[in-house]
C-alpha cells in the first residue's frame, strides 16, 4: 500500500464506498479537488520557490497582503490572508524579527497595531514574486489562457458564494446558535 493516490484512484473509491448513499457526487468531487489542488499547490510552492526565500505560504500571503494593499491593522492583515490574529501574530513576529516587517501602535488606538512592510520586505517580495509567478504559470501550464480565466471565475462564484451567504447557512445548519470553539481535536480531558 503507498501513501498517496491519485486524484482518480481517490475518486473510484469514494464513489465505491458511498455506493448507494444518496450524495451529489460532481459536487463533492468540485470541493475536494479543490482542497487537492490547493493543497498540492501550497506544497509545491513552500518546497521551490518560497524555500529558498524561506518562507512559508502563510508567511508569503502575509507579505503579499501587505505589498499589495500597503500599512494595515493586524485583524484586516488576517482577515485579507485567510488566518486568525493568533497565527498573524506568530507569523509576524517571526517576520519582523527578519526585518521585513514593522509593528507599530495605531496612532488614533493604542489597543491597535499596524504592520507594513519595511524596505527589506519590499525588496524581498520585487524578488519573489516573478518566481512566484512563474511557479503560478507552471502549475497551470496545462490550460490555456481562456481555461485559465474560466477556472478562476468559476472559483471566484465559490468564494463569493461562501463568503456573502456563507454565515446565513451557518447560523441556519446551527439553529442560530454560535458555533463551537474550534477545538485541536483532542477530547476535554475529565476530571
Known sequence: MTGHRSIRE???AVRTKLGGTPVKHDQMAAVANIYRAASAV???FENSVLRGAELTWTSFVVLYVLWIWGEMETRYVA???GISKGTLTGV???LAGRGLVERRGHPDDGRLVLLRLTDEG????GEVFPAFNAEEAFVTEGLTDA???TLADLLRKIVVRTEGQGEE???ALLDGAAPAPRRSGRR???A
Do not use: G, P, S, Y
Open 122 to 125: 519590499e525588496r524581498l517580495m
Open 79 to 81: 482577515e485579507e490572508a
Open 147 to 149: 481555461e485559465c480565466r
Open 188 to 190: 476535554a480531558r475529565t
Open 10 to 12: 481517490t475518486e473510484k
Open 169 to 171: 447557512r451557518r447560523r
Open 92 to 94: 509576524a513576529r517571526t
Open 42 to 44: 501550497r506544497q509545491h
